[in-house]
């Protein structure tokens, strides 16, 4: 059984302001004991951990304008403004994460500055750890139950929430960006070369620039329009084809107005022997059963078009489970 869109939302928020307490406390955390050690991956990962924070709150905005009932000048609603929010986030993620890691590793490569005692690091990177784990474990199991038994790959590409896999993401750099901020602190001070800490954050906002890329991209893709996915349109297809009063289906086309609404444009060659006001009932009989087939479907629209004059697109398969 499908979940309900409110419920959908409601995990969807939970898992942002798990994220967002974590990041806040975190950053914290690590500004203070950047100001005491003195190390440059510590104040990057702070950098980071704000960045996320920040990240966390422009979603939450952007699922809060998203729900905007449709109105006259954005007659499908406002739902595609959350991807807009979601490839802002991905800019910030490269210009303020990657970018600040870049520039505090160059500048302590370039000027080290003296090590100091790194206990205080160990004990926010641990608890950093434990905090960001927990976010991290919330994003993977509600990401996992969503899957559909697909790979975690084309889970994401196939996602049309930016708000679960922005976060999956963060939190996994974070995670990742912990272990390569402890290495640093502790080769600086096992080789006493200070430039490993710089080193460290370099790498750091290396992975910041790689996710911000991933990121862009799948929101970009959102952005500009997807088509829903194959079983949905497979789905339509064959609900028009089992009707004896059309005779074919020239093409079905689908866009994501938002993650849980999709429009419907339809072309079939309806039986030349159907009155206007039988057709019209059709129509409306149809559109009502692919909207109780699927809540997503908010919008149907339905073209009487001779099969010879339609521009033609096959049926689509059905996905395999799995890999």
């Keep these: 059984m499908q979940q309900t869109q409110a419920l959908r939302h409601m995990k969807a928020n939970i898992v942002l302001y798990g994220a967002l307490f974590a990041n806040l406390g975190i950053a914290a955390a690590k500004f203070f004991a950047a100001a005491i050690s003195g190390s440059s991956s510590m104040l990057t990962e ?31 609603g406002y739902g595609r403004e959350l991807y807009f929010w979601a490839f802002v986030v991905a800019i910030l993620i490269f210009a303020i994460g990657a970018g600040v890691s870049f520039y505090e590793g160059w500048r302590h490569v370039a000027d080290p500055e003296p090590l100091r005692d790194p206990t205080i690091n160990y004990i926010v990177l641990g608890i950093a750890v434990l905090l960001e784990g927990t976010s991290w474990t919330i994003a993977v199991r509600e990401f996992n139950a969503g899957r559909a038994g697909v790979g975690w790959w084309q889970a994401v590409r196939r996602s049309k929430d930016p ?45 910041l620039a790689a996710v911000a890329i991933l990121l862009a991209r799948e929101a970009k893709g959102l952005l500009i329009g997807e088509s829903a996915d194959a079983e949905l ?14 005779t074919a289906v020239n093409h079905v086309r689908t866009i994501h107005t938002a993650p849980d609404a999709v429009f ?16 019209e009932t059709l129509i409306e009989t149809i559109e009502s ?28 398969e059905r996905r395999a489970q799995g890999g």
Aim: charged letters at 20%; glycine letters at 8%.
């Design 163 to 207: 708000a679960g896999f922005i976060v999956l993401f963060e939190d996994s750099a974070a995670m990742l960006g912990l272990f390569i901020a402890g290495a640093g602190v502790w080769a600086s001070h096992a080789t006493g070369d200070p430039r490993i800490d710089g080193y460290a954050s370099m790498a750091i906002g290396a992975i």
């Design 46 to 76: 702070g950098v980071h951990s704000l960045v996320d924070s920040g990240n966390q709150l422009l979603l939450l905005y952007g699922q809060s304008r998203a729900k905007r009932p449709p109105d006259a000048f954005h007659p499908f």
């Design 289 to 316: 059963e692919l909207k109780a087939a699927d809540s997503r479907i908010t919008s149907i629209y339905i073209r009487p078009e001779k099969q010879i004059d339609a521009v033609a697109y096959p049926k689509p």
């Design 233 to 246: 349109v497979h789905m339509i297809w064959s609900c028009l084809e089992k009707r004896a009063e059309i």
């Design 264 to 279: 419907v444009a339809v072309s079939a060659d309806f039986d030349d022997r159907i009155a206007m006001g039988a057709a």
